[in-house]
């Protein structure tokens, strides 16, 4: 079979598998790489919007729990609980990708477990080629796109580095369902076990926790069969040893509130000291840990960076496409990919700049500048402080919230949202 194809698309996660399918669906000739090791999936909560569902109807045929309920707490401990009008999804990123990636292939897509590096092409008439870094076998085409994450050497070749200050950072653990309290690991049949953590899973919360004295937030996503934790964060704020310490103390307290609901979140009580120890050393045998890089681009960098030229083109977050405030970037993936994908059908592929800019460049744009400030203070707090006790009080501010979440709330107006919300609850 020749190597020869329209597209070579690097990168098999949402954007990749999402552009590969509809080419493919159109008869484009597309050959879809992932280079990750079998069975590895992406650091990622696997959080996707209420937007992105209603957009694409279709991800709900992948298996993943849904979520029309959540709790925030604020630095302080102080805690929210909020009745979604629109559920979002949680999805294992192994399920979630493999799901998009089998989707491609049927339409039509060549799919190709290696991982590749580009070869630079000496003038635009020339095709690109790509190497696989372990057999040396080849592939060229006239197009090239780059959809293999924030860290892409090809988009580094192709539209130059990011700064390490724009980069974020999110870490974490996946972690099974806990078991009943006061009861050991070993002390329990694996039948027992096993319907303690069905009955766990039932009601395990979905929260976010905005992190104390902390520019961030840590998560825990309850998925089918396990539950993924984690911290997001800056790069310039980053310090793992620190933070990795913040996010024990939040897995801990995760389970402690779930054995009680009296207890805290962020701190211990004296008398809870033996239980927090029995919860961790059941952590440290089982969760298994993860991290990656998100991206988080300033507003100078939005509005020079360039994402695609002749014969290549950039999607999801090698485009340096994710919500610089949230590192949300799954729908921003998959609608990049759309958007290529609908310009090459139309034969215009230089018009995907133009395009993703007025579809959602605005709303990052706007989230890049009010990073510093949503992180900041606000009336001697923190913002994310006065927005959770400004929600506990006030319904209009929780329905605002809500629909950020949803991601149906975006940020150019929320600054007069809230005033009006304030205002007029209803």
Same mark, same amino acid.
Request: net charge positive; aromatic share 12%.
């Given at each position: 079979?020749?190597?020869?194809?329209?597209?070579?698309?690097?990168?098999?996660?949402?954007? $990749?598998?999402?552009?590969?399918?509809?080419?493919?669906?159109?008869?484009?000739?597309?050959? !879809?790489?992932?280079?990750?090791?079998?069975?590895?999936?992406?650091?990622?909560? =696997? =959080?996707?919007?209420?937007?992105?569902?209603?957009?694409?109807?279709?991800?709900?045929?992948?298996?993943?729990?849904?979520?029309?309920?959540?709790?925030?707490?604020?630095?302080?401990?102080?805690? !929210?609980?909020?009745?979604?009008?629109?559920?979002?999804?949680?999805?294992?990123?192994?399920?979630?990708?493999?799901?998009?990636?089998?989707?491609?292939?049927?339409? $039509?897509? /060549?799919?190709? /477990?290696?991982?590749?590096?580009?070869?630079? +092409?000496?003038?635009?008439?020339?095709?690109?080629?790509?190497?696989?870094?372990?057999?040396?076998?080849?592939?060229? =085409?006239?197009?090239?796109?780059?959809?293999?994450?924030?860290?892409? +050497?090809?988009?580094?070749?192709?539209?130059?580095?990011?700064?390490?200050?724009?980069?974020? @950072?999110?870490?974490?653990?996946? &972690?099974?369902?806990?078991?009943?309290?006061?009861?050991?690991?070993?002390?329990?049949?694996?039948?027992?076990?096993?319907?303690?953590? /069905?009955?766990?899973?039932?009601?395990?919360?979905?929260?976010?926790?905005?992190?104390?004295?902390?520019? $961030?937030?840590?998560?825990?996503?309850?998925?089918?069969? /396990?539950?993924?934790?984690?911290?997001?964060?800056?790069?310039?704020?980053?310090?793992? %040893?620190?933070?990795?310490?913040?996010?024990?103390?939040?897995?801990?307290?995760?389970?402690?509130?779930?054995?009680?609901?009296?207890?805290? !979140?962020?701190?211990?009580?004296?008398?809870?000291?033996?239980? #927090?120890?029995?919860?961790? #050393?059941?952590?440290?045998?089982?969760? #298994?840990?993860?991290?990656?890089?998100?991206?988080?681009?300033? @507003?100078?960098?939005?509005?020079?960076?360039?994402?695609?030229?002749?014969?290549?083109?950039? !999607?999801? #977050?090698? &485009?340096?496409?994710?919500?610089?405030?949230? *590192?949300?970037?799954?729908?921003?993936?998959?609608?990049?990919?759309?958007?290529?994908? %609908?310009?090459?059908?139309?034969?215009?592929?230089?018009?995907? %700049?133009?395009?993703?800019?007025?579809?959602?460049?605005?709303?990052?744009?706007?989230?890049?500048?009010?990073?510093?400030?949503?992180?900041?203070?606000?009336?001697?707090?923190?913002?994310?402080?006065?927005?959770?006790?400004? &929600?506990?009080?006030?319904?209009?501010?929780?329905?605002?919230? *809500?629909?950020?979440?949803?991601?149906?709330?975006?940020?150019?107006?929320?600054?007069?949202?809230?005033?009006?919300?304030?205002?007029?609850?209803?």
């Amino acid at each position: 079979m020749s190597n020869t194809f329209d597209i070579l698309i690097v990168g098999a996660g949402p954007a $990749g598998s999402f552009a590969a399918e509809k080419l493919a669906r159109e008869g484009a000739r597309v050959a !879809l790489f992932d280079g990750r090791p079998p069975g590895e999936p992406k650091a990622c909560g =696997g =959080g996707v919007t209420s937007k992105a569902l209603k957009a694409w109807p279709h991800l709900l045929e992948a298996v993943a729990r849904t979520v029309d309920e959540l709790e925030m707490y604020s630095p302080a401990g102080k805690r !929210l609980h909020m009745k979604l009008a629109e559920p979002f999804a949680i999805y294992s990123r192994r399920t979630f990708d493999s799901f998009l990636c089998e989707r491609a292939e049927k339409a $039509g897509a /060549h799919v190709f /477990h290696e991982r590749v590096s580009l070869r630079k +092409r000496a003038s635009e008439n020339e095709n690109w080629t790509v190497r696989a870094t372990v057999s040396g076998e080849q592939w060229s =085409g006239p197009m090239i796109v780059a959809a293999d994450g924030a860290g892409s +050497r090809i988009a580094r070749e192709l539209a130059g580095p990011l700064p390490p200050a724009e980069m974020e @950072v999110a870490f974490g653990y996946r &972690a099974p369902f806990p078991v009943a309290k006061n009861s050991s690991v070993e002390a329990r049949s694996s039948s027992t076990k096993k319907q303690d953590a /069905h009955a766990y899973e039932q009601s395990a919360p979905t929260v976010v926790a905005f992190l104390p004295g902390w520019a $961030g937030y840590a998560w825990a996503f309850p998925r089918v069969d /396990h539950i993924s934790f984690g911290i997001a964060t800056t790069q310039e704020a980053f310090d793992h %040893e620190t933070l990795d310490r913040i996010l024990w103390d939040f897995m801990i307290g995760y389970y402690r509130v779930g054995e009680d609901k009296r207890a805290n !979140l962020w701190r211990a009580r004296a008398k809870d000291s033996e239980r #927090d120890a029995r919860i961790r #050393d059941e952590l440290e045998r089982a969760a #298994d840990r993860y991290a990656a890089r998100i991206p988080g681009l300033t @507003v100078k960098t939005w509005d020079v960076r360039r994402t695609c030229g002749e014969g290549w083109a950039l !999607l999801g #977050d090698a &485009a340096g496409f994710a919500d610089p405030v949230t *590192g949300e970037g799954i729908y921003y993936a998959i609608r990049s990919a759309e958007i290529f994908a %609908e310009t090459y059908l139309e034969g215009s592929p230089l018009e995907y %700049e133009t395009r993703w800019r007025e579809d959602f460049g605005r709303e990052l744009r706007r989230a890049a500048e009010m990073r510093r400030r949503f992180y900041g203070n606000f009336w001697g707090a923190p913002f994310t402080e006065r927005m959770i006790e400004f &929600a506990r009080k006030h319904m209009g501010i929780r329905k605002v919230l *809500g629909e950020l979440v949803a991601g149906e709330q975006g940020y150019t107006d929320l600054k007069r949202k809230l005033a009006r919300r304030a205002l007029w609850p209803f």
